[in-house]
């Protein structure tokens, strides 16, 4: 079992910044392949942000977010963070952090299996 919390959303302008944490916490830590960031925008399909895998701590960024957005961790109280700098309206999004014990491989492609998921924190990006 495993619980994340998370903390950090809010409001900001164009141009701002925020920091997002996802403190993990439970008997199954050390089974934690994965964390992974996770929004999903009204009207949308909920998309992978970014994930940072907790062996070698090696870490992916979508697309949309590369150059902006850095993901970390603090080994000591199992936290992993994302901040995000430079934000735009349409980051606008519930994320949420969630955790993969397991995986699985198509082909080439590694396909991450989150099976505990945060409560979600709203971002909004407005003027």
């Known amino acids: 079992q495993l619980r994340l919390v998370e903390a950090g959303g809010g409001v900001v302008e164009p141009g701002g910044s925020l920091t997002l944490s996802c403190a993990a916490s439970?008997?199954?830590?050390?089974?934690?392949?994965?964390i992974g960031w996770h929004r999903r925008a009204p009207g949308k399909e909920r998309e992978e942000v970014s994930y940072?895998?907790?062996?070698?701590?090696?870490?992916y960024y979508h697309e949309s977010v590369t150059g902006r957005f850095t993901i970390s961790r603090d080994i000591a109280s199992n936290t992993v963070y994302l901040r995000m700098d430079n934000l735009k309206p349409q980051d606008t999004a519930v994320y949420s952090c969630?955790?993969?014990?397991?995986?699985?491989?198509?082909?080439?492609?590694?396909?991450?299996?989150?099976?505990?998921w945060g409560q979600g924190s709203q971002v909004t990006v407005s003027s």
């Open positions: 969630a955790a993969a014990l397991g995986l699985t491989r198509i082909g080439t492609k590694t396909i991450y299996e989150y099976e505990y």
């Open positions: 439970g008997p199954h830590l050390n089974y934690i392949l994965v």
């Open positions: 940072i895998i907790l062996g070698n701590n090696k870490t």
